[in-house]
């Protein structure tokens, strides 16, 4: 896993309690946006269990990257190749099906870049 990149800037929008650790240069982007339309936002405040073993412990879990509280929205950012989204959208199915009354918008690496030119943004892989 890639080292969490700190941010050093602050975000007038961010609603978490620590400031948050981006993983790549496309959620920093992203919060970038959300905070520049005053959109309040957290990072990755919570953790979906999709599967536990035969002890209960959590085999596999879903961390969104984006909490609204305002739209009771999560976003989840992915800049992958699109041959290897295949594992996210089918954690993505699992948190729909386990969890209905939770709303998530996942954006591919095609919707960062056009955000990205839309804004004049730099994305940084």
Same mark, same amino acid.
Do not use: A, M, P, T
């Given at each position: 896993m890639p080292e969490a990149l700190p941010e050093t800037v602050l975000f007038q929008a961010y609603? *978490? #309690?620590k400031p948050p650790r981006f993983v790549n240069g496309a959620e920093r982007e992203c919060a970038h946006i959300l905070d520049? +339309? *005053?959109i309040p936002w957290? +990072? %990755?405040p919570r953790s979906f269990v999709l599967e536990r073993d035969a002890e209960g412990r959590v085999t596999s879990a879903f961390t969104p990257d984006f909490y609204l509280p305002e =739209?009771? !929205? @999560? &976003?989840?950012v992915t800049v992958m190749k699109q #041959? !290897?989204?295949t594992r996210k959208n089918r954690k993505l199915r699992e948190v729909r099906r386990l969890y209905p009354e939770i709303r998530v918008k996942l954006f @591919? /690496? /095609?919707? &960062? %870049? /056009?955000l990205a =030119? /839309? +804004?004049?943004l730099r994305i940084a892989s």
């Open positions: 609603r *978490g #309690s520049w +339309y *005053g957290e +990072y %990755e =739209q009771d !929205l @999560y &976003i989840e #041959s !290897l989204v @591919y /690496r /095609r919707d &960062i %870049e /056009r =030119q /839309r +804004y004049r």
